[in-house]
């Protein structure tokens, strides 16, 4: 199985990235089909997740079976500030993904 994990860089994407590679979790062992996963992390340097044709450059080379979306701008006052980088990335972005 491949796994894609955006948001790698974030504290949800790095906890799931984490627990796939050890097997466990705070409540237990995860099934082992996601054990031996490969799991694929871009970091947001790597891919712009605003960017359709990244995105599908991305999902065709990597095929992912199974997509865990964890790439948000979650800085309060800075999705204030630009409101428009937010939105690229918390909507727009998710749009493209899914």
Same mark, same amino acid.
């Given at each position: 199985m491949?796994?894609l994990?955006t948001?790698?860089?974030?504290?949800?994407?790095?906890?799931? @990235?984490n627990?796939l590679?050890s097997?466990?979790?705070?409540?237990g062992?995860?099934?082992?089909?996601?054990?031996e996963?490969?799991?694929?992390a871009?970091?947001?340097s790597?891919?712009?997740?605003t960017n359709?044709?990244a995105?599908q450059?991305l @999902?065709k080379?990597?095929r992912p079976e199974?997509?865990f979306?964890c790439?948000?701008?979650?800085a309060?006052?800075?999705?204030e500030?630009?409101k428009?980088v937010?939105?690229?990335?918390?909507?727009?972005?998710?749009?493209?993904?899914?």
């Amino acid at each position: 199985m491949r796994i894609l994990i955006t948001g790698i860089t974030g504290q949800l994407g790095m906890e799931l @990235f984490n627990q796939l590679c050890s097997g466990s979790s705070s409540i237990g062992p995860i099934p082992s089909c996601y054990q031996e996963a490969e799991i694929i992390a871009p970091k947001h340097s790597e891919v712009d997740i605003t960017n359709y044709a990244a995105i599908q450059n991305l @999902f065709k080379e990597s095929r992912p079976e199974l997509v865990f979306h964890c790439a948000a701008m979650t800085a309060v006052d800075a999705c204030e500030e630009q409101k428009d980088v937010a939105m690229d990335i918390n909507a727009e972005a998710t749009k493209i993904i899914s």
